[in-house]
């Protein structure tokens, strides 16, 4: 027994020694390039079927919707509106709000929403998310800017059909499309409709914020290596199935003629929208004039880029992008739903990327070296815009061809009032991603 005891006591230290001479296991949460394909032609799979089950649902609407949702959940926290957001809530949720008594932010900003997930089970169809966000609090006087990452849960139940736009695009009603305003009981005073969460809508069933750090002011204007321009391009699984989703479209809309090939679309799509809008875009950022390219963004990107560019004001600071060159732009994505279709490319560009104060003092970046990156840029329309025979041209509303240069804040023309941000009457820049961070 003493024999085998200290064999046993022998090996072990072999073991242990054995196990101090190896290197340490480094692991990752960012999965492989390979994990990633896998993930995406999972989700790809899952969407086909919901859609299959649901035509009318829609990925950008549905988008729209978790920014409205998640925007009013800072908002309204601690405030009497929190009520309005209760059919779009858990119980536990609410009660988790009332108990905790958060403070309501400010200036909140959605950087990316990222898809993780669909699942549906028969009974309920689930969407799991991934949100970076960042917003502003008021703590005892001293205001605070935070950067928040949550996973969020979405449920309803199996069965329905997506509300159409203008219900998706606002917290509103199911029912009569009448704002928000319900009371506890999840009633709507308008209609006297009591929502049941899941029953006509989506609601959020799990949220968990996963990290949350304070910004620094100087933080915004430093410069960090560039990080992502080398990945290869991160291209749909099913690209080639879109392709023939949107020339079917074409087909029935009896538009083939502005259809010859996918070859000679994106090539005018790339001449005529891609490269205009990334240039007039950067050159507005250059000018801290956001609003002179306010119809060619939607409204959440417009918010998110209207935040920063004030705080440079603010800081009196001046981001120049000179010498800005595109070099490329590559196919990524191309979705066709019921109401919209949506292009994701990704743009290859250069320029001297810097920073400077009010005194022309260098605070970032370089005037010397050149800046090589690269970023995915999401352009949406509606699904039944007609074509219009001559060349798009970004100073005029795609609606009446007036001047765009009273279109303000909220993307009205101040000619003919259509609001252009939508998508509704021509394409609009929808989402702007980091190589780094883009999955697909």
Not at 79 to 86: G, K, T
Request: glycine share 6%.
């Amino acid at each position: 027994m003493l024999f085998w005891i200290v064999v046993a006591l022998i090996v072990f230290i072999i073991i242990f020694k054995l196990s101090e001479s190896r290197p340490p296991t480094i692991l990752t949460s960012r999965p492989n390039r390979a994990i990633r394909n896998l993930q995406n032609t999972a989700l790809s799979q899952a969407l086909a079927i919901l859609q299959q089950d649901d035509p009318n649902f829609s990925k950008i609407l549905l988008m729209d919707f978790v920014h409205l949702l998640f925007s009013k959940l800072y908002h309204y926290a601690g405030r009497a509106e929190f009520s309005y957001l209760s059919p779009f809530l858990t119980d536990e949720l609410i009660q988790q709000y009332q108990f905790l008594k958060p403070q309501p932010a400010e200036e909140v900003v959605i950087n990316g929403i990222h898809w993780e997930s669909i699942t549906q089970d028969g009974t309920q169809d689930s969407i799991g998310l991934l949100i970076d966000a960042n917003y502003t609090l008021n703590l005892h006087g001293k205001k605070g800017r935070y950067a928040v990452t949550e996973r969020w849960l979405l449920r309803r139940k199996s069965g329905l059909s997506s509300p159409e736009p203008n219900k998706m695009q606002a917290l509103s009603c199911p029912q009569c499309g009448a704002p928000a305003h319900f009371n506890d009981a999840g009633e709507c005073p308008y209609c006297k409709t009591v929502l049941h969460k899941g029953e006509a809508q989506w609601y959020l069933c799990k949220r968990v914020v996963t990290r949350t750090t304070q910004l620094e002011s100087s933080s915004v204007a430093s410069y960090a290596e560039e990080r992502g321009t080398d990945l290869p391009t991160v291209v749909q699984a099913d690209l080639v199935l879109q392709m023939g989703r949107l020339q079917t479209r074409f087909y029935n809309m009896q538009q083939l003629d502005q259809f010859i090939s996918w070859d000679n679309y994106f090539a005018i799509f790339k001449v005529q929208i891609v490269n205009p809008y990334f240039m007039a875009i950067y050159q507005h950022w250059n000018e801290r004039n956001w609003d002179g390219v306010r119809h060619l963004l939607s409204d959440r990107l417009y918010e998110a880029n209207q935040f920063w560019m004030d705080h440079y004001r603010q800081n009196n600071w001046f981001n120049q992008l000179a010498d800005l060159k595109v070099r490329r732009i590559e196919l990524a994505r191309l979705d066709v739903d019921h109401y919209y279709e949506a292009i994701t490319v990704r743009i290859f560009a250069s320029c001297y990327d810097y920073t400077l104060d009010i005194h022309g003092k260098l605070i970032g970046g370089s005037k010397r070296q050149l800046r090589e990156y690269s970023e995915y840029w999401t352009f949406v329309r509606r699904i039944d815009v007609q074509h219009n025979a001559g060349k798009f041209s970004l100073n005029q509303c795609p609606q009446c061809g007036a001047a765009a240069d009273q279109m303000g804040q909220a993307a009205k023309c101040g000619y003919c009032g259509s609001k252009i941000s939508t998508g509704e009457f021509s394409w609009v820049l929808f989402l702007i991603m980091q190589d780094d961070v883009y999955s697909g």
